[in-house]
């Protein structure tokens, strides 16, 4: 990892801007609207807010669940533009690829050392983010150097035999002890029929954690990740990556800018349709928390239309002026995704300390949650403004 200065103003805006967009829906999980919502149980607008900034249970999609597809969609939009720099540089495929191994390892443990915060030991986990593109880089940094046709096969046989391999994977039978994995059998959330091979704890990406994560030293034995999560959705994670691949091949060829955004539209359009057929027809339901197949389409979809609404108003328009503050954040992700996880206590600590305990409780202990983490996401955005300004931008 390293800072590195360079001119911005040489990029495609748009990326840099719905890159910008994601990082700060993720940074605004300081606002902490479910909490608003709770203070006031009538407001169908809190209410709202507080459904768009969590993840939901299990089946579904909130806006907050589009954030980690559209961070890594975006890593393999920008892929093109990165293999061609390094290109004009005279970088041979071997040094590029060995590159491209060194931060898919770098992306990993960072990932690691993030979800070992407060833990007194490492945990060994790798369902965070970073870890999940880093676990797929290799494959997509050697899919860069192929047609679109081989690329579109390859995405079809990794999300098919995905597919395949959960579906083989045995249902619960009578006298299943659901407490041994983490589950019960009356939750809520669970699917009945063929899609229940993707109900919580009970599949084969919960299965495998229950023996590759107890290969590494633990404080404990690993039984279930609470959230669902789990090593395995690097997979499907990749076909996500490889959509975004395929957008930013799009962006870097000769195109005018309406065949672009049709394109966007369309692929938007399909994704949508097949993830939403595939979860309506019982064949795969759409969950974000294990990243299934019909997940990587429908999110997809979505991340197509986003980048198509950015582009068409910030590169075909010319209208970007208004997208200033999403850039300073989008140029400075990893820079940003750190921040979040690393300062947010220390920024609220220090605050109370100078300005007094009760100082987000201004307007009252309802808005309080709210007036603290505007307060933060003002410090995020002014440090990495400051980072902006003098051209510092962390790289891996």
């Known amino acids: 990892m390293s800072a590195k200065t360079f001119d911005p103003a040489d990029r495609v805006g748009s990326i840099d801007a719905y890159r910008g ?3 700060l829906l993720m940074m605004a999980e300081v606002l902490h609207l479910s909490r608003v919502a709770a203070a006031y149980p009538e407001s169908g607008f809190w209410a709202f807010l507080a459904y768009h900034q969590t993840h939901v249970p299990w089946v579904g999609c909130s806006l907050h669940d589009l954030i980690q597809p559209s961070f890594s969609f975006l890593v393999g939009v920008a892929l093109p533009f990165s293999i061609a720099s390094r290109v004009a540089k005279g970088q041979s495929t071997g040094f590029m690829v060995g590159h491209a191994i060194w931060r898919a390892l770098i992306l990993v443990m960072l990932g690691v050392f993030l979800r070992s915060m407060h833990s007194s030991q490492t945990n060994w986990t790798f369902e965070d983010t970073l870890s999940q593109i880093g676990l797929g880089y290799p494959i997509l ?13 390859a995405l079809g046989a990794i999300l098919l035999s995905y597919w395949g391999a959960w579906a083989l994977f045995p249902l619960p039978g009578p006298g299943f002890d659901y407490a041994a994995v983490g589950a019960t059998a009356d939750w809520p959330h669970h699917a009945q029929g063929f899609a229940a091979h993707w109900n919580k704890h009970l599949n084969l990406g919960a299965e495998f ?22 090593t395995l959705s690097f997979i499907p994670t990749l076909g996500t990556m490889m959509l975004g691949l395929l ?27 097949l993830g939403g057929l595939l979860h309506v027809l019982g064949l795969c339901p759409i969950v974000k928390r294990i990243w299934t197949p019909s997940w990587t389409l429908f999110s997809g979809g979505w991340c197509f239309l986003l980048l198509a609404a950015f582009y068409a108003v910030m590169d075909w328009r010319g209208l970007k002026r208004w997208a200033f503050p999403l850039t300073v954040v989008g140029m400075n992700s990893i820079a940003a995704y750190c921040m979040a996880h690393l300062i947010h206590h220390f920024v609220v600590t220090n605050f109370k300390t100078h300005l007094g305990q009760d100082v987000f409780a201004l307007a009252g202990t309802g808005l309080a949650p709210l007036i603290e983490g505007i307060a933060v996401l003002s410090v995020f955005w002014l440090i990495l403004y400051w980072m902006y300004r003098r051209r510092l931008f962390l790289r891996i």
């Open 21 to 23: 967009f994601v990082m």
């Open 141 to 153: 940094f050697l899919m860069g150097f192929q047609t679109i046709r081989v690329q579109l096969i």
């Open 209 to 230: 954690d229950r023996w590759f994560l107890n290969l590494f030293p633990r404080e404990e034995t690993y039984v279930v990740n609470g959230g669902g999560y789990m």
């Open 247 to 273: 957008a930013g091949q799009w962006i870097k060829e000769d195109l005018e800018p309406a065949v672009r955004i049709r394109r966007f539209l369309v692929a938007g359009a399909i994704g949508l349709g």
